[in-house]
């Protein structure tokens, strides 16, 4: 049995917190808002975020950051854009080499860092790891299989956070890329926000088929500018959780995207939605990254212009229907 402070209580965070519950470990869940902790520790239930699931009574609720140091493991769930706050006041209760694992996605604005990075500046005496991979609150809370990926600069640390997380609903696996498991986890969101808003157009199967298919091309492309494996994007963090976010209506990014097809602006779609969509800022962070690159990325280039000039969204299918017409891979015909 591990001792596992999860810092953050959304859909996700909860969801882990009932598994690793279920599984026998000790649970200490950290909530911002004492209404928040409070609310969880009356009913043992995420109403918000995760209705008619219940919270086994083993967890532990606070809103005091102080009680969160001590830990075998502590796991980030805020919205990607509270990581760096909520790590800088987290950072003085916290031991040298302490474990930490980071399961929000997202960029981070201006700085374009990946999640891991961030808590490297705040947290730099800390062993960091990821974990993505295809998991939505909704299911994972329920005990629905699934895998997901744990990425860490060391073997040992990886392999030590696979053993807590790991159970006969949650299969785990481990990689050494961390730079691209977070930014399949993260870009992700950009192509599963435009798959919805195919769905709201009403477009088929066809169409959104070939937006996840070039999505993956485009993530992948990037990741690779920036140093990352190309098989990683061919993996859990990268194809995998990209399928689950671009088709369930679990997805925030998805339902979001579809009220936008459907004609409403970002802003009205996110108040709809009720939760962070974080599709819609690392979009902007993905298409000043691949500018900044040089890196050719249609897709986000025209979900950018949607969501941040007001193009309308038939103006940027056609864009990119009409592109000048190229080989599928970079490689095809050299050696032929």
């Known amino acids: 049995m591990a001792r596992i402070n999860i810092i953050g209580s959304g859909g996700w965070g909860t969801a882990i917190a009932i598994m690793l519950a279920k599984n026998g470990h000790d649970i200490l869940m950290w909530s911002y808002l004492k209404e928040e902790s409070d609310n969880l520790k009356k009913y043992y239930e995420n109403k918000p975020y995760l209705p008619g699931v219940k919270i086994p009574e083993s967890v532990q609720f606070t809103?005091?950051?102080?009680?969160?140091?001590?830990?075998?493991?502590?796991?980030?769930?805020?919205?990607?854009?509270?990581?760096?706050?909520?790590?800088?006041?987290?950072?003085?209760?916290?031991?040298?080499?302490?474990?930490?694992?980071?399961?929000?996605?997202?960029?981070?604005?201006?700085?374009?860092?990946?999640?891991?990075?961030?808590?490297?500046?705040?947290?730099?005496?800390?062993?960091?790891?990821?974990?993505?991979?295809?998991?939505?609150?909704?299911?994972?809370?329920?005990?629905?299989?699934?895998?997901?990926?744990?990425?860490?600069?060391?073997?040992?640390?990886?392999?030590?956070?696979?053993?807590?997380?790991?159970?006969?609903?949650?299969?785990?696996?481990?990689?050494?890329?961390?730079?691209?498991?977070?930014?399949?986890?993260?870009?992700?969101?950009?192509?599963?926000?435009?798959?919805?808003?195919?769905?709201?157009?009403?477009?088929?199967?066809?169409?959104?088929?070939?937006?996840?298919?070039?999505?993956?091309?485009?993530?992948?492309?990037?990741?690779?500018?920036?140093?990352?494996?190309?098989?990683?994007f061919n993996g859990l963090s990268g194809i995998g959780d990209l399928i689950v976010t671009c088709t369930s209506m679990h997805s925030r990014n998805r339902r979001a995207g579809i009220l936008i097809g459907q004609g409403k602006t970002a802003e009205e779609a996110t108040a709809e939605v009720k939760m962070v969509v974080?599709?819609?800022?690392?979009?902007?962070?993905?298409?000043?990254?691949?500018?900044?690159?040089?890196?050719?990325?249609?897709?986000?280039?025209?979900a950018y212009k949607i969501l941040f000039e007001g193009m309308p969204v038939s103006d940027s299918i056609k864009n990119l229907m009409d592109r000048e017409s190229k080989c599928e891979t970079e490689q095809a015909f050299l050696n032929s």
């Open 63 to 232: 809103s005091d950051i102080s009680e969160c140091g001590e830990a075998d493991l502590i796991i980030i769930a805020t919205p990607s854009h509270a990581v760096r706050s909520t790590a800088s006041v987290l950072a003085p209760h916290l031991k040298e080499g302490q474990t930490i694992l980071n399961i929000s996605k997202g960029l981070e604005d201006k700085t374009h860092l990946t999640i891991s990075k961030v808590l490297k500046e705040e947290l730099p005496n800390c062993e960091i790891a990821v974990m993505s991979g295809p998991s939505h609150a909704e299911e994972v809370s329920r005990g629905i299989p699934t895998t997901n990926v744990i990425a860490a600069a060391s073997e040992s640390v990886a392999k030590k956070i696979q053993d807590i997380m790991t159970s006969s609903n949650f299969r785990v696996y481990i990689n050494s890329d961390m730079l691209g498991v977070e930014l399949g986890g993260s870009l992700k969101n950009v192509i599963a926000l435009s798959a919805g808003i195919l769905d709201g157009l009403k477009l088929g199967d066809n169409t959104k088929a070939a937006l996840i298919t070039r999505g993956i091309v485009e993530i992948a492309r990037l990741g690779v500018a920036m140093g990352a494996k190309a098989e990683t």
């Open 278 to 302: 974080e599709g819609i800022k690392t979009c902007k962070a993905a298409k000043e990254l691949a500018d900044l690159m040089n890196v050719e990325m249609p897709i986000v280039n025209e």
